[in-house]
């Protein structure tokens, strides 16, 4: 196995030069695919941004890795004529194969906070050689770990899919090393089903405590779509527990790797070797059956483009945004779910389970889950349907044995204990405000209820 923090020569090759790759065979003869392991080729940051830390990286960050000691303290220091001679070209060493694509900032020194600036004004795109499927992101930072906030992949259509992203909150709750390190987030399910090579790093505004300087990016993926043998495992989970054998340290938020810099990416490698036993070489998913995306940021035409490719063996589906409150699902509310909700009853006629907790979606939009009849879990928890909307769902849905709903009142409690007598829990947030006691004599009808949560 190649180790990636020691290179020579490649100053000299004529094409690019730092693309490396491993080839393993499928289960099915003639199925081959490749690992391909690669650095940045080239970068493009906004011509008129005021970030530091886009002003340490953007020079440097083509290649591999050029510092050789993570894990020590760095300390950056951003004087008015350093300034200058990023504007002018001076002192920014260009190697042969690095283009001068490279933005320069406008004639005008950097502000103390840029933190109004949108994320289009504090990102640098970066481009590889190859598209490949991402399994994995590796941003080696050198200063201040901790001002990346979110990471995106450009599909072939132009459009952007974000693969991790952290809030400042749960920046703070995690007490991170000022010291350099290799960093490597972990990334949504989604992320293994985009073919990409260009990513885009947002960083965190000019605060002095946060921007940084990143060495160098390296992307990690494969040049066919996979995934796991296993129906009920995603591939980025079947990779987490392949993960926590070699490296047990690492958190779910931030992968620190700096302690493993001399035997990293170990887990890929045992992945490669058993590559026939774990994953199997497919074209569009057909075997995926659990599709948990809860927290993602999504558009609703690809997911509903992804569903309609992929979703026809589904029987679980988690579409919930559960990291964020009602008023930030109303700032969501520009996602078209609607179209999503329009995919799932002619592509998942085997879905048993579907949340789509704190989902921005009209009532109107929940009309669609009128068409499915196999559902057993159903949760509306913090969503808008109306009581007429989800009595014509759990009418044709006679299966359901858990529902989670937001309001609920005599009329849902009368078609629960008519057509849904399998039901066996059931929660509600506001629903003993709207109940009789005739609601409560047809629940009863349900004669497998174990659990009744009400919040009073």
């Known amino acids: 196995m190649t180790s990636y923090d020691k290179f020579s020569s490649w100053e000299n090759c004529s094409r690019y030069p730092y693309v490396d790759r491993v080839s393993v065979v499928g289960a099915k003869e003639g199925d081959k ?3 391909i392991y690669q650095f940045v080729k080239k ?3 906004p011509v008129d941004h005021e970030n530091f830390s886009i ?5 440097e960050i083509i290649g591999p890795p050029k510092f050789q000691h993570y894990g020590k303290l760095v300390d950056l220091s951003i004087t008015f004529n350093d300034f200058h001679m990023i504007q002018d070209g001076t002192g920014v060493s260009i190697s042969p194969w690095r283009k001068k694509d490279i933005l320069r900032p406008e004639d005008k020194q950097l502000r103390h906070s840029d933190f109004y600036a949108t994320n289009d004004k504090r990102c640098i795109d970066i481009e590889f050689d190859e598209a490949v499927y991402p399994i994995r992101v590796c941003i080696y930072e050198i200063c ?13 259509n132009g459009s952007w899919h974000e693969l991790w992203s952290v809030s400042r909150y749960q920046y703070f709750l995690h007490d991170i090393p000022p010291q350099s390190r290799l960093f490597v987030p972990p990334l949504s399910p989604l992320s293994c089903t985009i073919k990409t090579k260009m990513l885009r790093i947002v960083f965190e505004g000019n605060w002095q405590i946060s921007y940084t300087k990143l060495d160098a990016v390296m992307l990690i993926g494969t040049s066919k779509l996979i995934h796991s043998r296993n129906p009920n495992e ?13 490296y047990p340290h690492c958190n779910n938020v931030y992968y620190n790797f700096t302690e493993d810099l001399n035997s990293i990416h170990l887990d890929i490698a045992y992945l490669q070797q058993n590559f026939q036993h774990y994953c199997n070489i497919s074209n569009r998913c057909k075997h995926l059956r659990q599709l948990d995306v809860t927290g993602c940021t999504y558009t609703g035409k690809n997911m509903a483009s992804f569903i309609k490719k992929c979703g026809s063996r589904l029987t679980h589906l988690r579409l919930s945004d559960e990291r964020y409150d009602a008023q930030v699902i109303r700032t969501n509310s520009n996602i078209d779910l609607k179209v999503v909700l329009r995919a799932i009853p002619n592509t998942c006629t085997n879905l048993k389970e579907l949340d789509l907790s704190y989902c921005y979606v009209e009532d109107e939009g929940f009309s669609y889950l009128e068409e ?15 009581y007429e909307r989800l009595c014509r769902i759990l009418q044709n849905n006679q299966r359901m044995r858990e529902l989670s709903v937001e309001r609920i009142n005599d009329a849902v409690l009368i078609e629960l204990g008519t057509s849904c007598r399998n039901l066996e829990v059931l929660s509600s947030s506001f629903g003993p405000r709207h109940i009789t006691s005739r609601g409560i004599n047809a629940l009863a009808n349900c004669t497998k209820l174990e659990r009744i949560k009400f919040n009073l």
Not at 55 to 59: C, D, Q, S, Y
Not at 144 to 156: E, K, L, W
Not at 372 to 384: D, G, Q, V, Y
């Open 234 to 246: 995603s591939l980025m989970d079947m990779i987490k527990k392949i993960n926590s054998m070699y």
């Open 33 to 35: 695919v490749d690992f």
């Open 144 to 156: 201040t770990p901790g001002s990346v906030r979110q990471i995106s992949a450009q599909d072939s």
């Open 55 to 59: 002003f340490h990286t953007a020079p």
């Open 43 to 45: 970068r493009f940051v």
């Open 372 to 386: 499915l009849n196999t559902l057993e879990h159903l949760n509306l928890f913090n969503t808008i349907i109306s």
